[in-house]
């Protein structure tokens, strides 16, 4: 079992849901489909995708058709780099949109996961419902620095959605991002259509996957050697909050242009492994993920 903590230390929040999710997409391996209960478009081998599969999807028509091979791809990004280039026919989700700061115990937690209402808010803007196959991008098609950042976002993205009930089998992301697919097929620059706002809620999902987040006393007992077979892996590097450093991670309450405030203390988890997250990506491969042996051989 596989759970990411969300708390204070944003980058290591951002981090956690990348391990959840990269081990997720390599192990899990989807259903063959066939047939009007299980249309084709699911009946790939892992939630994985390559540009190449997209490709053949977007010139059959599937993306933003209708019916149980419809596809909504989700370009979680910047508005600039959405602008400059994006993959025909995906729509613009700005990357705040997937995050919410909100009160979960004694004070207000950054970077947490979407409640009801706002992921409602989101799966309706892009008339998405129970027969939608979402697949989620993000970044430029240049292929730049910034890169590692986007996949982030965009696997935050996948989390989300299999968090709030959504099948594996109807989530897939996009391997190498806008980064691979924009090094093989030509980007567009004109701004997809808004499309029909859907009435579909989470709650019509009958599922919440909070066994997918660890528990605050769950850490607690981690830390203090609980819960056997079990490894806290901190994907923030060696230096910095890990490392313990005061003033590492910057609190939520802070002044624009103004003071700031910090985390009262940095750390890691007691035993937790440290990781840094980037190197998970092959950056010589158009940023993909490493393969299932090499991600493992890590861990």
């Known amino acids: 079992m596989l759970k990411v903590f969300h708390g204070k230390k944003s980058a290591g929040i951002l981090s956690m849901v990348l391990v959840l999710s990269l081990i997720s997409l390599s192990l899990n391996g989807c259903g063959s489909g066939g047939g ?9 081998l892992t939630a994985l995708i390559t540009a190449e599969v997209l490709k053949g999807w977007i010139d059959d028509g599937k993306v933003n058709s209708s019916g149980y091979d419809r596809i909504v791809i989700l370009d979680i990004n910047s508005q600039t780099n959405y602008s400059a280039g994006h993959i025909t026919g995906a729509h613009f989700v700005n990357s705040n949109d997937i995050y919410q700061n909100r009160k979960e ?9 979407l409640d009801g209402p706002h992921m409602d808010a989101l799966i309706q803007k892009y008339g998405i419902d129970k027969n939608t196959t979402v697949v989620f991008t993000g ?3 240049s292929c730049g620095t ?3 950042g986007a996949v982030l976002s965009a696997v935050r993205g996948y989390w989300t959605f299999r968090y709030w009930g959504f099948s594996k089998e109807k989530l897939k992301v996009l391997d190498g991002i806008n980064c691979d ?3 093989k097929f030509t980007m567009s620059t004109t701004a997809t259509p808004a499309p029909t706002p859907s009435t579909y809620s989470v709650r019509d999902n009958g599922l919440l996957r909070n066994d997918l987040r660890a528990s605050l006393s769950e850490m607690a007992d981690l830390a203090d050697g609980k819960i056997s077979n079990a490894m806290p892996v901190d994907f923030r590097g060696p ?11 910057t609190g939520v309450f802070g002044i624009t242009g103004g003071p700031t405030d910090y985390t009262v203390f940095e750390g890691r988890v007691k035993g937790a492994k440290t990781l ?6 092959d950056s010589a491969n ?3 993920f490493l393969s299932q042996s090499d991600l493992t051989s890590k861990l």
């Open 139 to 141: 970044g430029s098609g």
């Open 181 to 183: 697919y924009g090094k």
């Open 105 to 113: 115990g004694p004070a207000v937690d950054v970077n947490m996961v």
């Open 276 to 281: 840094l997250w980037s190197s998970m990506l």
């Open 239 to 249: 230096t910095g909050a890990y490392a313990g450093t005061a003033g590492s991670t």
């Open 146 to 148: 910034a890169t590692s």
């Open 286 to 288: 158009n940023y993909k």
């Open 36 to 44: 009007y209960e299980a249309p084709s478009t699911i009946a790939t």
